[in-house]
């Protein structure tokens, strides 16, 4: 009798697996190593995504008030659809939203496989430790994400 090996699981108390980019756009290429001692909020999205388009507001407003208190914020762009791949379309879009905060193109889904992540949006948050600390699929529970980045950045 065969088994197949288990995945590991990654959730609220795993470390954060690595980021395995193709690309990044609005910033130099950085591990989470490079991170510790900061909060990372790292959030699955792809723009023709009506959820991520929504959520994107409130994740705007955390990147504008937590980026002082130390908070980085990393889109991890993995294209659901064939025109998502294409690193030009994902450009306009940076353009177009005003994001920010770096995103890492996932076009080949390492990033998306390393966390066993299956939605967009998909935010997992990170403590300055690099273990995620908490985790939320879809829109909707704004304060309860913005809480616990505050929560945190408060800590030690």
């Known amino acids: 009798m065969s088994s197949s090996p288990q995945r590991p ?8 697996p690595e980021l ?17 001692g900061r909060v990372a909020l790292i959030e699955f999205w792809t723009f023709d995504c009506i959820n991520c388009r929504n959520v994107y507001p409130a994740v705007a ?8 208190a130390g908070l980085v914020i990393i889109g991890v762009h993995t294209p659901e659809f064939r ?8 450009e306009e879009v940076i353009q177009q939203w005003r994001i920010p905060y770096p995103v890492a193109i996932d076009n080949d889904f390492k990033t998306w496989m390393a966390y066993h992540n299956r939605f967009w949006p998909a935010f997992y948050l990170v403590d ?11 829109e909707g529970s704004y304060d309860q994400t913005r809480k616990a980045i505050k929560a945190l950045l408060a800590e030690p």
């Open 20 to 36: 395995v980019p193709t690309a990044w756009l609005n910033s130099q290429p950085f591990r989470l190593a490079d991170l510790r």
């Open 9 to 16: 699981s990654v959730g609220v108390g795993t470390p954060a």
């Open 83 to 90: 025109h998502e791949r294409e690193i030009k379309n994902v």
């Open 61 to 68: 407003a955390w990147h504008q008030e937590f980026a002082p």
């Open 128 to 138: 300055k430790r690099g273990i995620i600390r908490y985790t939320h699929v879809g």
